[in-house]
């Protein structure tokens, strides 16, 4: 499985990005899709997920209300739509996938990891 997420840059606060996700190398139709962030000097956390085959979507408390995940299965394409941004979302920002049973496991592990995206939210 390969992810290839884009859309980073820099953004005021109070702005918006949307990333993009690439998926190839497997048929996705049982896989959860997602979203994890690090920003700088933190750990790895969870943001969003959205499951191939329903669209059923998951977000963390830091960030529901402000963004939204999508997918479009004909394309094997995730996006993460980021509105209301705050200083606080700045983090490299990964595409990630859960090639087990179609739904998002309790903590939201990942299997697969693409490269990530710099979002930079300045005040």
């Known amino acids: 499985v390969q992810l290839q997420a884009s859309g980073g840059g820099w953004v005021l606060a109070g702005g918006s990005l949307r990333l993009s996700c690439s998926a190839s190398?497997?048929?996705?139709?049982?896989?959860?899709m997602g979203w994890s962030r690090q920003a700088p000097g933190k750990e790895r956390e969870f943001v969003a997920a959205v499951t191939w085959r329903g669209g059923s979507t998951y977000y963390s408390a830091s960030v529901k209300g402000r963004f939204t995940i999508s997918r479009d299965n004909a394309k094997n394409m995730v996006y993460l739509q980021m509105n209301s941004l705050k200083p606080e979302d700045t983090a490299v920002y990964y595409c990630?996938?859960?090639?087990?049973?179609?739904?998002?496991?309790?903590?939201?592990?990942?299997?697969?990891w693409g490269k990530g995206t710099l979002v930079t939210v300045s005040s």
């Open positions: 190398g497997s048929t996705f139709s049982n896989f959860v």
């Open positions: 990630t996938a859960d090639g087990g049973s179609g739904y998002p496991r309790p903590d939201f592990g990942m299997d697969y």
